[in-house]
Structure formats: C-alpha cells, structure tokens
C-alpha cells in the first residue's frame, strides 16, 4: 500500500508549480483498472477555501512483485493546505476508497481520514547555517555572572546565585523582580565550554531595558538592560561567538511592551510622555484603552504587558523602519529573530516583519513561537501562513517534544511515529531541517522533572523546594539522555534549554528559571552533550537527510539518509536488552560493530551503517 514515506516525493510539502510524484501500488486481486488522486483545497488566499477541487488520474505502470503499480504525478497552482485521498475504479464498475492509516500508511474503507498536502507559494530557501549544530536557549539573567554590578532596579539581586528564585507568596502575585544578575560578560567566558557542546546558535531570552527579570515586558526596544551589559560588551559578543562559529539570536517580542516602558509609562519612570499618561502622547495610538489611562487591553489580561496596536504607523517605524529595532540590532551582528507569540500578531505585520528581518542579508534566520502545527495554525479565526514563503523559516517543535517524551515515558512507538509522521508530512524540507526541536524551555516544566514522572506537590512552594531522590534522579538522568538522543537525530536542529544537560531540575516558571550550577554540574550529562554534539558536527549532511521509519517489532528504528549514506537510530523503550545485527560505527563510543549490536533497556544506540 501507499506510503508517503516511501511513495511520494517531495516527501513533505510541495510549491506552487512544483510537481508532486505518486507511486502507488496495489495487490493485484483488488482489481483495480484506474486510480485517481483527488484533493480539495480547505485554506488558502483569503484564509477557508471551500469547493476548489482537483482529480488527477495516476496512469497504470504494471505488475511488480504481485502488485499493480500506478504512478504519476501533479501540480497545483493554487497555494495554501490541500487534502487528499485515493479513488480507485473496480472492474466491478464499484469505486475503492482509500484514506491515511496509522503511521501515514493508505487504508481502503470509507469516509477515513485525509493526507495533508502543504503547497508553498514558491520553492523559498532558509539559511544553510541554521541546518547544522546545535541551538543554546539562554535565559539571560540565570547562565552566568562575570564582575559587580550596581543594582538599581525595583526587587532584590540574590546574593547567593545558588538560591532557588523567588515565587508568589500565598495570596500575592507574582512580580518577576528577583534577579540574579547573570551579564553579557557571563555568556563571553562560557564561549569555550558552548563550543564544547557543539553549539553553533545562542538563543537569547529578551535582552532589552525592562523591569522584569524575563525582559517580555520591554521598556526600550533600542537599549540593551543595563543589568546585562552594554551594547558595546553585546557587540563583543557577537564578535567572539562568531569566531567559534555562534550565531546570535534574539527573542522578539512585538505583541506587547511593558507598562513600565517609554512607550506607556504608567510608573513614570522615563522623562518622555507615554500614553498611559496622556492621550497627547505621541505614543497614545500604539495601545488599545477602553477607558484611559486605567482600562486598556493587555496580553492574557497581564495589565504590565498593554498589547501594541501593530498598524500604528509609529509603532511600525520604531520595529521595521530605518534604524528601528531590526535595523539596528541586524547591524550589530544579530543572524536571527524567535518571534514571542507569533500567533498574536497580525498576518499582514508578520509578513512585514519577517520581510524586513530577511532582507538584511541571505543568512538571516527567523523562528516563531507555535505550540502546535504550524501549517494549519488557526489564530483569532485566521489560518497563518507562515510556511507559504513569505514568514517563517522554523518554529518552535513543540510536537516533538511532546511526542519524545510521551515515548520514553511510555514507550509507545505507533504514538509517537504516528506524531512524528505528520510533521514530517505537513512541513517543507526546507523548514523541517531548520525546526527548533526542543524537549522544554523557559515556558515548561524542566525536562529533567517531567522525565521523573513524580507527580507534582500541589503547593507552590513545596513545588518550589522540591527535589528528585537519589533513586528519582537516576532514572530521570537515564531517561534524559534517551530522550535528548532522540531530540539531537531527528529532522531539525536540537535547542538545549540552558543547564539540562547539567542536570538542573525545576517544576513551572519561574522554578524552571534557576541558574545554571557552575561547579556543581553532572559531568556524565555533560559528556553525554558533548558526544551528541560531536554527532551533529560529523554527520552533518546525513542529518539533514530523509526521515525514514524502519519496521521493528520491538524497538522504535528510524534512518537518517541520503546519497552519502545512513545513521539508523535504534531506541529501546522496553525493559529488557533487545539484540540486532549491524555493520557501521557506534556514533556516540565511536568504535566499529560488526555483528551483533546489544541495546540495553531504555538506552538509544546511533549507528553509522556501513
């Protein structure tokens, strides 16, 4: 039966004009004389698209093996999301129907569920660096502290940077307002041992003045936080980690700025007039008031977050315009931009966004903040098209994470193929290879904990106190490195979240938020990071091949693949030692195995086939 998999090419999604190329075989006792592919069109140009239709007859090839062998292909000249199934004519004069089986595998039956087919606007291209390597997702405030800083903010700067961070007292809210006084000098003496992990991007949590210890509620999108550093000690950075071959990227957070900012400035804080103060306020149209100064509009009701009104023409200056924020900071070095909840903003200033961001230079990279699948994202009643040609290059893979650690948490390896499939399915290569796969971030649980599979203190605070039992961190450690394998091998670029692989533990924001342990690493996770990392470098080209499921009874197997060869990943969630035979090199020991290839029990093994 059909398999995309193996039976259409492109594999994932195709372009406008861009033929499509089906292989279709079937057991000749089916008796089928023709075979059509039938697709209808459900977004598009204008957002739903109902009633555009396309058939298209796949021409009978022969028999092969016992199978009929139909074989054809198509383009579409309508760009957007399109369905498809297969019809085919019995001999009977009957018609056959046939739908998406587990795993992306054809079923016949009736009213089953639909292949997606993607079709961009045209064969865009994403940047050949971000393909490679490994991406380093640094929360600013908590990675590393270099020198004495005079602290002027509102709250407390711990004085022991092994402090667990602070949390909402019973009854209170929670105000963001403790740091740590992690710097741009911090991140400058850590180049070497980024490099050690293999790390080729720093993903940056926001950088500019603000008054929080995240930075999402910006107050100055054109200064960098005087805590961080200066914008000539950013400018070294960029300098130095470009030397060890790191790009720089920033967090970008255009939906809304804070209250405590020189566009709104509702604690007064700056000389100039903002528009919580006056509706003369040059500023007054960038924001959204019900009744001013006191009743605006806000992100998910967060009254220090007011939300921007993006077609402010001073707001779209300020972000887009000459010597604005993406002008400025693509000058200084900065290669790409993780856009703060994408899916809030507009369609038309997303596109202007990304425009205004890859048009200053060919390497410029740009990532969205998506939860879910991002190809049929529906936002505010709007489908996004942000992988039409014209937005995005990647997002972030929550899919995946979910989908590795339901897998080595519970071991089912249908879930997680069938998961893993649809992106593969719904995705252009080109954004696929550029995915930002991540097992968690800022904004989740550690990886470490959830890996545990402790249930959570109810309390806040006992969450906040909490650590794994020596017994618990073992196996969570066991775990960890069986996920993180599977994160670093798959379509897309790993983004470790800044001291997993040090072994820092943490429930919810802001528990997820603690500084790394300088000194007081787990070095064999830290090793372990380091082979993967090397793997990433090695085999470069082969992680960007094909994704290829390989039957296995027991075992989860997948390949890597293309001309230049294969890295088949073996993952035994089981709890028992599964034997197979092999011929290739161990990626992660490095030695070469011949014959039989033990995997122990909850353990990855990445060989080199050959």
Same mark, same amino acid.
């Given at each position: 039966?059909?398999?995309?998999?193996?039976?259409?090419?492109?594999?994932?999604?195709?372009?406008?004009?861009?033929?499509?190329?089906?292989?279709?075989?079937?057991?000749?006792?089916?008796?089928?004389?023709?075979?059509?592919?039938?697709?209808?069109?459900?977004?598009?140009?204008?957002?739903?698209?109902?009633?555009?239709?396309?058939?298209?007859?796949?021409?009978?090839?022969?028999?092969?093996?016992?199978?009929?062998?139909?074989?054809?292909?198509?383009?579409?000249?309508?760009?957007?999301?399109?369905?498809?199934?297969?019809?085919?004519?019995?001999?009977?004069?009957?018609?056959?129907?046939?739908?998406?089986?587990?795993?992306?595998?054809?079923?016949?039956?009736?009213?089953?569920?639909?292949?997606?087919?993607?079709?961009?606007?045209?064969?865009?291209?994403?940047?050949?660096?971000?393909?490679?390597?490994?991406?380093?997702?640094?929360?600013?405030?908590?990675?590393?502290?270099?020198?004495?800083?005079?602290?002027?903010?509102?709250?407390?700067?711990?004085?022991?940077?092994?402090?667990?961070?602070?949390?909402?007292?019973?009854?209170?809210?929670?105000?963001?307002?403790?740091?740590?006084?992690?710097?741009?000098?911090?991140?400058?003496?850590?180049?070497?041992?980024?490099?050690?992990?293999?790390?080729?991007?720093?993903?940056?949590?926001?950088?500019?003045?603000?008054?929080?210890?995240? &930075?999402? @509620?910006?107050? #100055?999108? %054109?200064? !960098? /936080?005087?805590?961080?550093?200066?914008?000539?000690?950013?400018?070294?950075?960029?300098?130095?980690?470009?030397?060890?071959?790191?790009?720089?990227?920033?967090?970008?957070?255009?939906?809304?700025?804070?209250?405590?900012?020189?566009?709104?400035?509702?604690?007064?804080?700056?000389?100039?007039?903002?528009?919580?103060?006056?509706?003369?306020?040059?500023?007054?149209?960038?924001?959204?008031?019900?009744?001013?100064?006191?009743?605006?509009?806000?992100?998910?009701?967060?009254?220090?977050?007011?939300?921007?009104?993006?077609?402010?023409?001073?707001?779209?200056?300020?972000?887009?315009?000459?010597?604005?924020?993406?002008?400025?900071?693509?000058?200084?070095?900065?290669?790409?931009? &993780?856009? @703060?909840?994408? #899916?809030? %903003?507009? !369609? /038309?200033?997303?596109?202007?966004?990304?425009?205004?961001?890859?048009?200053?230079?060919?390497?410029?990279?740009?990532?969205?903040?998506?939860?879910?699948?991002?190809?049929?994202?529906?936002?505010?009643?709007?489908?996004?098209?942000?992988?039409?040609?014209?937005?995005?290059?990647?997002?972030?893979?929550?899919?995946?994470?979910?989908?590795?650690?339901?897998?080595?948490?519970?071991?089912?390896?249908?879930?997680?193929?069938?998961?893993?499939?649809?992106?593969?399915?719904?995705?252009?290569?080109?954004s696929l290879d550029v995915l930002m796969n991540l097992i968690d971030s800022h904004d989740t649980v550690r990886a470490l904990t959830c890996l545990s599979g402790v249930d959570a203190p109810q309390s806040k605070r006992d969450r906040a106190d909490f650590k794994l039992s020596d017994e618990q961190y073992a196996l969570s450690k066991q775990r960890l490195l069986f996920a993180a394998t599977l994160q670093y091998t798959l379509a897309g670029t790993p983004c470790v979240y800044y001291g997993d692989e040090a072994g820092v533990q943490g429930f919810e924001d802001p528990l997820n938020r603690g500084t790394y342990p300088w000194g007081g690493e787990d070095m064999e996770i830290v090793a372990y990071y380091q082979a993967l990392g090397n793997i990433r470098k090695k085999y470069a080209e082969l992680l960007t091949g094909e994704t290829v499921f390989v039957a296995d009874d027991e075992l989860l197997v997948y390949e890597r693949r293309n001309e230049r060869g294969t890295l088949r990943v073996y993952a035994n969630a089981t709890d028992n030692e599964v034997v197979r035979t092999v011929s290739g090199v161990d990626a992660i020991t490095k030695k070469r195995v011949k014959g039989n290839?033990?995997?122990?029990?909850?353990?990855?093994?990445?060989?080199?086939?050959?």
């Amino acid at each position: 039966m059909f398999n995309p998999l193996i039976n259409k090419k492109p594999y994932g999604a195709s372009y406008v004009g861009g033929a499509t190329k089906i292989k279709f075989p079937l057991d000749c006792e089916m008796q089928i004389k023709r075979l059509f592919v039938v697709l209808r069109q459900t977004y598009g140009e204008g957002g739903v698209i109902e009633g555009r239709n396309e058939k298209f007859e796949l021409p009978y090839i022969g028999v092969v093996d016992g199978q009929d062998i139909f074989e054809g292909e198509f383009t579409l000249n309508e760009y957007g999301i399109w369905l498809y199934r297969f019809e085919g004519e019995l001999a009977d004069g009957g018609i056959a129907f046939f739908g998406r089986g587990e795993g992306g595998t054809a079923v016949r039956g009736d009213w089953l569920p639909e292949w997606q087919l993607t079709v961009s606007k045209c064969d865009y291209k994403t940047p050949d660096w971000a393909k490679r390597g490994v991406i380093y997702q640094i929360f600013a405030d908590r990675f590393c502290k270099v020198g004495e800083q005079n602290f002027t903010k509102r709250g407390r700067l711990h004085s022991d940077w092994n402090e667990r961070p602070d949390i909402a007292e019973e009854g209170n809210d929670y105000r963001a307002d403790d740091f740590y006084g992690g710097n741009i000098k911090g991140i400058i003496s850590k180049l070497d041992y980024l490099k050690s992990l293999g790390v080729t991007c720093i993903y940056l949590s926001p950088i500019f003045k603000s008054s929080s210890n995240h &930075r999402y @509620d910006t107050g #100055d999108y %054109l200064q !960098i /936080d005087e805590l961080f550093g200066t914008e000539d000690e950013f400018r070294t950075l960029i300098v130095k980690a470009k030397r060890k071959g790191i790009a720089v990227m920033l967090d970008g957070v255009f939906n809304h700025t804070g209250s405590d900012s020189r566009y709104f400035n509702r604690e007064g804080s700056y000389s100039e007039l903002g528009a919580f103060q006056s509706t003369e306020s040059k500023y007054f149209d960038w924001y959204y008031f019900n009744n001013h100064p006191m009743e605006y509009h806000c992100w998910w009701g967060s009254t220090v977050v007011p939300t921007v009104n993006k077609s402010a023409a001073g707001y779209r200056e300020l972000i887009l315009g000459k010597d604005g924020v993406i002008d400025k900071w693509s000058k200084a070095g900065v290669l790409g931009w &993780r856009l @703060d909840v994408v #899916d809030e %903003l507009p !369609i /038309d200033f997303t596109t202007d966004l990304c425009k205004t961001i890859k048009d200053k230079g060919k390497d410029m990279f740009v990532v969205g903040e998506v939860w879910e699948d991002a190809s049929i994202k529906i936002a505010y009643d709007a489908w996004r098209p942000y992988f039409m040609g014209e937005q995005l290059d990647s997002v972030m893979n929550y899919p995946f994470k979910e989908a590795i650690l339901a897998y080595t948490l519970g071991g089912n390896k249908s879930e997680f193929i069938d998961k893993v499939t649809l992106v593969l399915e719904h995705y252009p290569k080109q954004s696929l290879d550029v995915l930002m796969n991540l097992i968690d971030s800022h904004d989740t649980v550690r990886a470490l904990t959830c890996l545990s599979g402790v249930d959570a203190p109810q309390s806040k605070r006992d969450r906040a106190d909490f650590k794994l039992s020596d017994e618990q961190y073992a196996l969570s450690k066991q775990r960890l490195l069986f996920a993180a394998t599977l994160q670093y091998t798959l379509a897309g670029t790993p983004c470790v979240y800044y001291g997993d692989e040090a072994g820092v533990q943490g429930f919810e924001d802001p528990l997820n938020r603690g500084t790394y342990p300088w000194g007081g690493e787990d070095m064999e996770i830290v090793a372990y990071y380091q082979a993967l990392g090397n793997i990433r470098k090695k085999y470069a080209e082969l992680l960007t091949g094909e994704t290829v499921f390989v039957a296995d009874d027991e075992l989860l197997v997948y390949e890597r693949r293309n001309e230049r060869g294969t890295l088949r990943v073996y993952a035994n969630a089981t709890d028992n030692e599964v034997v197979r035979t092999v011929s290739g090199v161990d990626a992660i020991t490095k030695k070469r195995v011949k014959g039989n290839l033990s995997i122990a029990a909850h353990e990855v093994k990445v060989i080199v086939v050959g």
